[in-house]
């Protein structure tokens, strides 16, 4: 008997892009694909015109969910009315994307630490983020994601190596889980009963292991969280940080470098998450999901970071390949 030919490389991605534009509904609501707009400070603000004209741009770019980028609590009481935040969601629906918003707890500038925080601070903040998230929900969001990675404070109080205290808030694995399950089912409650709640978690990090995160991420998702956003999870494979999560039995968001289409489609046909999140993939072309399911290339991303470089420098966040 002859063997089966090899399977069609070409055939094989075609089929895989196929993957990344399946739906999936959570708590009732439905993403048109798998393609997620992760959170990234613009510096445009997020209710000015330019913010708004930008977020509109990435959802009618064909994402099916769009995270707005790291916003501090504090700024929604003082910054954004419902209005404001309205018009912004409703930029983002018009696109045909689903809108979440990442709330920062603290003030983004301020390097606020765990030592830092009283009691009543710690209330404050719960209180700041379930209040945001009542007033995002009520603009029309349909959902928020807590901060709780890249070494900020949340990430802070999960580690060993910068949370010493010696409260409630530090010390065993459940001290240090507290804060971030205490926000999580805050902003829980104060969200509609079809409202989607994430959270994202840097799975690896210093003061603290993979197998820590995974008692963190099932209690999170005991807490109420719907989806879990793993940043970055690439390290040999793309998205094996994020894949050990999809045990806990809650939808997994993986991240990092899968604007290379082969490298999502993998991540989704090796089932290492449900969601892939694009980042500076999507900076530098807003159309990459259109474009890929109709089979063209997008304007590809060089990886050379000059975004970050807008964004460490206050400037609006630019791509180098459409700035001029
Ligand atoms: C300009 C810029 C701003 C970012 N801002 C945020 C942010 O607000 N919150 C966050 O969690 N991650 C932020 N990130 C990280 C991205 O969400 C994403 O995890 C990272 O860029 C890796 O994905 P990529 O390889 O597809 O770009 C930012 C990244 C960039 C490039």
Redesign the pocket.
């Known amino acids: 008997m002859r063997a089966a030919p090899p399977a069609d490389p070409v055939t094989c991605l075609a089929e895989g892009v196929d993957r990344l534009f399946e739906p999936l509904e959570i708590r009732g609501r439905r993403l048109r694909n798998r393609i997620v707009m992760?959170?990234?400070?613009a510096n445009r603000g997020i209710v000015t015109p330019a913010g708004v004209a930008w977020y509109k741009a990435h959802a009618a770019g064909g994402v099916g969910l769009v995270i707005v980028?790291?916003t501090s609590v504090d700024g929604f009481r003082y910054l954004f009315s419902v209005e404001d935040l309205s018009r912004l969601a409703k930029a983002i629906h018009a696109g045909g994307a689903l809108a979440a918003i990442?709330l920062f707890p603290g003030v983004r500038e301020q390097q606020v630490r765990p030592a830092d925080l009283d009691r009543a601070r710690l209330e404050g903040l719960i209180e700041g983020c379930a209040s945001a998230a009542e007033r995002c929900a009520e603009a029309g969001f349909d959902g928020i994601e807590v901060?709780g990675?890249?070494g900020f404070l949340l990430n802070q109080f999960f580690s060993l190596a910068a949370n010493g205290r010696t409260d409630a808030y530090g010390g065993t694995l459940a001290g240090r889980m507290l804060l971030a399950v205490r926000i999580s089912s805050a902003v829980r409650a104060a969200l509609p009963d079809d409202g989607l709640l994430l959270y994202?978690h840097t799975p690896v990090g210093e003061g603290y292991s993979l197998e820590e995160s995974l008692e963190l991420g099932a209690a999170l998702a005991d807490a109420g969280v719907d989806v879990l956003d793993l940043?970055?999870s690439s390290f040999r494979v793309p998205g094996d940080g994020a894949a050990p999560f999809r045990s806990l039995g809650v939808p997994v968001i993986a991240?990092?470098?899968?604007?290379r289409v082969e490298r999502a489609v993998e991540v989704l046909r090796e089932g290492r998450a449900d969601l892939v999140?694009?980042?500076?993939?999507l900076?530098a072309d807003p159309r990459w999901p259109v474009r890929t399911r109709a089979g063209k290339d997008a304007r590809r991303c060089l990886h050379c970071d000059s975004?970050?470089g807008?964004?460490n420098a206050g400037r609006p966040?630019h791509c180098v390949l459409w700035r001029s």
Not at 38 to 41: D, E, G, L, N, S
Not at 255 to 259: A, F, G, K, Y
């Open positions: 992760p959170p990234m400070v980028e790291a990442q901060h990675a890249h994202r940043s970055p991240v990092n470098e899968l604007d999140a694009i980042g500076r993939g900076i975004c970050h807008d964004l966040v």
